[in-house]
């Protein structure tokens, strides 16, 4: 694989511009775009002006973006919203056309580019999704240091708890299995893969008496799929079914909401999660942490998450050929 990945800045008063730095000499040949006055002083970079060009060693590749204002740690500036938003569209109009082979986003902030550029989208797997032309994707979490593996698929994602029973449909938990199955086959190389369905309700709703939505929804949906061949066990009771043992027995799990998914990957692997969008028409992986606003700007930031959605993307654009 000669192409780089292009590593896209996100929230450029986060941890990102640091974490462009910190990752270099991971071994995955990458481009950052954003804006040079974003990166910390002193960072050793050269300008590009398509993603393949080469540089001196040891310098990061920066596709420059022009952003409104330079950026203070901590705290993020209204105006430099639509250049955040911009340089992931720019990304994806990259990748497309064959320039990059793959995309890794560092984070960004929902609520900076909502209030600062009417941002439409909950976060990038919704962006993403649109500008690949509206396609159905899910969000998959995978560590990537912890053994067996723990991935992860919220098949709802940032909406308000209290929405998530009327939101989990049938058709929505059928088009996340059906996409993590797809996934597991040509991103994973796992050529069987064993999948296992959360349920929404405590001890998955033990057979109605604690929530019906297993019953009524989920089951039949499981034992239609099952029909077809696909390997599902489920729905299972969230609590037991993430510790080491349970996990061996599926390749990835299908959850019901967001803290239900994201929980125990955070827990089992922060420093390893990667986020990973599955059903594009590209390659898109990203860490598993946010914007860390707490800490940026201090030196603080650990780049193990970013260095493995990196290599994680050159995996699966390896595999792809
Ligand atoms: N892919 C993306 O763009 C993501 C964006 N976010 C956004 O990030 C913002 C902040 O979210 P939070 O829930 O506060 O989570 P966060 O991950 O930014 O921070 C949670 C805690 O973990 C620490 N932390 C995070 N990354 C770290 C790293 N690389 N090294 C050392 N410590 C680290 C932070 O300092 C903080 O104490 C929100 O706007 C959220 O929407 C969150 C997750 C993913
Ligand atoms: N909590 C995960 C998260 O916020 C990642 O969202 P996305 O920006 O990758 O869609």
Known sequence: MTKRIL?????????GPELAIRALGCGVDYAWIGDPR???????FTEI????DPVPTGHLPVLRHDFAHPATPGRPDPANAQGVIDVIARAVDLVTRGE?????????????????????????????AHLAGDVPVVMML??????PPCRVVPATIHIPLAEVPAALTSDLLEQ?????????????????????????NPHAGEGGTMGREESERIVPLLDRLRGEGIDLAGPLPADTMFHAPARARYDAAICAYHD???IPIKTLDFAGGVN????????????????AFDIAGTGRADPASTIAALRMAHDMADKAG
Do not use: W
Not at 38 to 44: K, S, T, Y
Not at 177 to 192: E, S, V
């Open 176 to 200: 996340a299995i059906r996409i993590t199955h797809a996934a597991m086959i040509r991103d994973f190389g796992i050529t069987a893969p064993r999948l296992a369905v959360a349920g929404l």
């Open 38 to 44: 974003h990166l910390p002083e002193g960072a050793a």
């Open 7 to 15: 590593l896209t800045c996100g929230e450029p008063a986060g941890i």
């Open 276 to 291: 990973v969008t599955l059903g594009l028409p590209f390659i898109r992986t990203s860490p598993d942490h946010g914007t």
């Open 260 to 262: 239900q998914a994201l």
């Open 142 to 147: 995978a560590s990537t240091s912890v053994s």
């Open 49 to 52: 002006a398509a993603p393949n």
């Open 100 to 128: 990059a082979a793959a995309i890794t986003t560092l984070p960004i902030n929902k609520q900076a580019l909502k209030e600062g550029a009417s941002f439409r989208f909950p976060g990038h797997t919704e962006y993403l």
